[in-house]
């Protein structure tokens, strides 16, 4: 029987219009054992009062930065105060099936597995569907990671036991890849579930739907965080380009 304790990672920056059904998506899991980290990235809406109807220092805890600093170090933060076995990743605007932590706890314990990913779906602001789900590589690597990031946030869970804990490259914005390139070069893959056990909520105002604002930061953790050449960094991002806004894949 799994007993291992998973930390749920959430870093938050104004989500009080979503922040609680997300934490409720945690409540509702059918796999118990978890703790959840709140790190408040000195949100100026009703955030706060929200996450402090939860918070009881024990299952659900909470920390507010001292200003506002980004979701980087909101995350750093979160994974420093962590005391799990394991990590999950969960956005403050994202939702979790009820079985997701039950079931991606059992593949990686079956296949003897450090770092995993489910598959997703697409809501709207509203929770609607979307029609759209995306489900991981079998495998991901460092060099595949590089080209574009297969996996959603929310959906990654690691064994702190067997790979360490990181912190998060301090970019504004595009810190998951960053953090997933630099956990990559210690675990040689992310392992893919075909299972759909998240929802990613897809707002008019996040920087991921503002494909524009994505290059620049791209080029920010290709040069300034990977160290890649300008040749190689260019080609990426072609590639990112190409996939992306002509709507390849």
Known sequence: ?????????????NSGKYIK????????QTYTNWEIIIVDDKSTDNTKEIIKNYVDGIKIKYYCLSENSGAAVARTKAMDLAEGEYMAFLDSDDLW?????????????????????TGYE??????????KKILPPIKTD???????????????????????????PNIRKRNDDALWLQMLKKESYIYGMDDVLMQYRVRDNSISSNKFKVIKYHWI?????????????????GYWIFIKLFKIK
């Open 97 to 117: 099936e009820p079985d997701k932590l039950e079931k991606q706890l059992q593949f990686m314990h079956e296949n003897d597995v450090a770092f995993s990913a």
């Open 142 to 168: 460092y060099n595949r990671m590089l080209l574009d990031c297969p996996v959603g946030n929310s959906a990654v869970m690691y064994n702190v036991a067997k790979m360490g804990k990181f912190k998060v």
């Open 221 to 237: 953790l290709y040069r300034d965080i990977e160290h890649l050449s300008i040749m190689k960094s260019l080609y990426h991002i």
């Open 21 to 28: 059904e997300t934490i409720e998506s945690v409540k509702q």
């Open 1 to 13: 029987m799994i007993k291992d304790l998973v930390s749920v990672i959430m870093p938050t920056y």
């Open 122 to 131: 697409q809501v709207d602001e509203f929770g609607d569907r979307l029609d």
